[in-house]
C-alpha cells in the first residue's frame, strides 16, 4: 500500500508520447494460453489427471494458435502486438530463451526432490532442511557475483559451463544419494549440493546477460517479460515431470525415488549446456546500426 502511494510521487515520469496501447484481445488470448498450459500441469499429477486437465491443454494450444493469428492481425493493421516478432530475430535471443526454459525445467523440480529426500526420506525437519539448502544457496550466490569475472576469463562459453558444473553437481548428489541412502550421513550430500549450487548461479546470470545482450532498447522490454514466462512455464513443465519421475519410481524407497530423478535432471542440464555451446557460437552484441534498423522496422510495421 505504501508503494502505490509513494511511487507516482517519487518516480519519474517515463512516459513515451508515441507508445502503442495494449490490444484486450490479445492479451485476453495470451492469458488463457498460459493459464490452460500451467494450470493442468501443476494440479494434474496430485488429481490422477482427470479429463479436464487434458481439455485445457489441448485448449491450451488453441489459445495459442488464436493469440499468434491475433498479433499477426495486429501487424497487418500497422499497430504492434503484445509480443513483436521483431524482438526474437536473433538467433541469440530464440537459444537463450530456450535455455532458460530448459534450465528452470530442472530448477524448482531440483528443490522439490530435495526437499521430498531430506524430509520424507531422510527424516529431517523444515527447519533442518532449509539449513541443508543453504549448501546450495550461498554457492549460488558465489555464482552469480563471479559471473562476471568467468566471463571476462573465458568469454561466451560461461552458460555452457555454468551447466556442465550444475550437471556435475546433481551426478555427484547421484553418488551420494545411491552410497547414503537414507540413513548415510549428510555431510556426503555436501559435495553435490555446493557444486551444483554454483554452476546454477554461474548459467542463469550468464543466460539472462546473453539474452538482454542481445537486444536493443526498444525490445528490452518484451525480451525480459519472456524470460520471466519462460521461467514460470519451465518451473509448471519440470514439477510436473520429476514428479511422475519421484513418485513413480519412490516404491523403490527415497534414495532410489532420488536418484531417478537426478537423472532426469541432469539431462535438463546437459540440454543446456548443448544449447549453451550453439548460443555462444552465435553470441555477439547488437551494434547501434542494427538497433536503429530494429528501430526503424517498428516505425514501418507499426
Known sequence: MLALVLAPRLLPDRTVADAQTIDVVELLLATTTLTALILPLLEGRRLGWPAWTWLCLAAAVLAAVATFLRSRSLLRRGRRPLVDPLAFRRPTVRLAIACQALLFTGMASYFLVLALYLQDGRGLGPLSSGAVFTLVAVPYMIGTAQQRRLSAAIGRWVVAAGAMIFTLGHLLLLVASVEAGTH???????????????????????????????VGPAYAAEVSGILSTAQQVGNALGVALVGMVFFGTVGGGYAHAMTWSLVYLAGTTIGVALLGVRLARGMRRPTDTEDDADEGLVMVGG
Do not use: D
Not at 555446493?194 to 546473453?210: H, K, P, Q, R
Open 184 to 214: 548415510g550421513p549428510l555431510v556426503a550430500l555436501a559435495p553435490g549440493l555446493v557444486v551444483g549450487g554454483l554452476g546454477m548461479g554461474l548459467a542463469l546470470t550468464a543466460l539472462i546477460e546473453a539474452a538482454m545482450g542481445s
